[in-house]
């Protein structure tokens, strides 16, 4: 994840009053507000892209053995996203280990889904492969502090938050479609 120029400095500006409490201005605290609904969008955006990533996965292993290599291209990027081998996976790859990047993955696997029953089993928790999903900020602490002899009330609202300046990517201009490599053409004999 990459923060614009203007991010950075909210983020420096929030960073500084969490560590030094004094009251923040308005415009602060909706610049943070703002923030943090960018980064919401771009966790939110993760998972979207992790599920893309994941049922593209599931398409090619159901049309294996024609889809060999756009599945372990997506084996593999999969794998570098932490994905967890599913016993399909593990099958499908020993159906195909005479190659040697399936042979190569088939081991990769293994080793991966072992570690994993093997955590389950000493009853410690597997790390999540995509991040859990985090509450809204509401407010930060020490940010709008009310005068001493003033009660304090929650802000209201301030309606919708404009879109951040970048707008999040669509799963198909991160992963563009796979378009299948044409084979030569058969020459006939005579």
Known sequence: MAFSADELRVLRRALAFALHPA???????QDCLRLA???DE????AGRLRAFLLADLARYREALPGSLSGYLELLQDALAAGYDPRPEDLAALRALRGGPLAAALLERCQVIAERSVRARLAGRAVPATAPAPRSRLLALPGGRAAEPDEPRTPPAPAGPVPPSERPAPKPSEVFPPRRPVPRPAQRAAG
């Open 37 to 39: 609904g960018s980064v």
């Open 23 to 29: 009251p923040l201005p308005d415009e602060d605290v």
């Open 42 to 45: 771009v966790v939110g955006e």
